[in-house]
C-alpha cells in the first residue's frame, strides 16, 4: 500500500473518533451526560447530574467537611457534594447539591435543559402511575432490601441518598433515592421527590433547602 494513502488514512480514521467522541454531549461543555430518554411528552436525562460549574462557567463550591456544609447552609451559599464524599459515589450517584445551587441564576442545569418543577414532576408520575411509578423508575439493581424496578421507563432511578440540612450527615444510601424539584414551598423549604426500596411509591415532599439531594434535568 501506498505510505502516504496510509498515512491519510490513519489520520481520518482518527479524526472521525475525535469528531464522534467530542460531539455528542447533550450538556455541551457543562457536563458529560450522554443519554436520555422520552417519556410520554417528556424527555429526561436518565442519569443524575454531576457538574461543578454553573452554565456560565463559575465554579460550584464542594462541601468536603461539616463545617463547609455548615457555613453554606448558615450563608444560604450554593455548594455540592459527594455522597461520603467519595468520588466513587459521584460515578454511580451523581452530586447532591442543595436547593441554593438548583435555584442559582447562573443556571446548574446545561443549555437547553432545566431543573423540573413540581407539575413537571406530578406530570411523569401520573403518566406512569401513581401507585407503581418508583417500580417503573427504578433501576434493576442497587437498591437494598430487594427493592429494585423495573425501569421500564429508562429513568434509571437510583438510591443516592442524602445530604442533613443542619450538621452535614449522610443518610439513607441504597435505601432511598431523593431528587430536588425546582418550586418553592415555604421560604426555607422547596418540593422533592424520593422513591424507596421497600415499595412502588414516588413520595412528593416539602424539604429544608439546605438539604443534599440529586438532580434530575429535563429538556426546555
Same mark, same amino acid.
Given at each position: ?67 463547609? !456544609? ?5 450563608? +444560604? ?43 413537571? !414532576? ?56 431523593? !431528587? ?10 422547596? !418540593? ?14 416539602? +424539604? ?13
Amino acid at each position: 500500500m501506498n505510505i502516504k494513502k496510509l498515512i491519510l488514512g490513519i489520520f481520518l480514521f482518527t479524526a472521525a473518533i475525535l469528531l464522534v467522541a467530542f460531539s455528542y454531549n447533550p450538556q455541551g461543555s457543562h457536563g458529560n451526560i450522554n443519554e436520555t430518554v422520552k417519556i410520554g411528552t417528556q424527555e429526561w436525562m436518565s442519569e443524575n447530574l454531576n457538574v461543578s460549574t454553573f452554565r456560565n462557567g463559575d465554579i460550584i463550591a464542594e462541601a468536603k467537611t461539616n463545617e463547609e !456544609w455548615e457555613k453554606a447552609r448558615a450563608g +444560604g451559599q450554593p455548594v455540592w457534594c459527594y455522597y461520603d464524599t467519595d468520588p466513587g459515589n459521584g460515578k454511580k450517584y451523581g452530586k447532591l447539591y442543595n436547593w441554593y445551587a438548583v435555584n442559582d441564576t447562573r443556571g446548574l442545569a446545561p443549555e437547553g435543559w432545566h431543573i423540573p418543577g413540581d407539575e413537571e !414532576w406530578n406530570e411523569l408520575v401520573d403518566y406512569l402511575g401513581t401507585s407503581n411509578a418508583g417500580t417503573k423508575m427504578k433501576g434493576i439493581s442497587g437498591w437494598n432490601n430487594n427493592g429494585n424496578g423495573t425501569n421500564e421507563c429508562g429513568f434509571n432511578g437510583l438510591p443516592g441518598g442524602y445530604r442533613y440540612s443542619s450538621d452535614g450527615t449522610f443518610n439513607n444510601i441504597g435505601d432511598y433515592g431523593y !431528587w430536588w424539584s425546582s418550586t418553592e414551598n415555604l421560604s426555607n423549604n422547596a !418540593w422533592y421527590r424520593v422513591a424507596n426500596c421497600f415499595d412502588g411509591y414516588i413520595g412528593r415532599y416539602p +424539604g429544608n433547602k439546605r438539604t443534599g439531594f440529586s438532580v434530575r434535568c429535563i429538556k426546555d
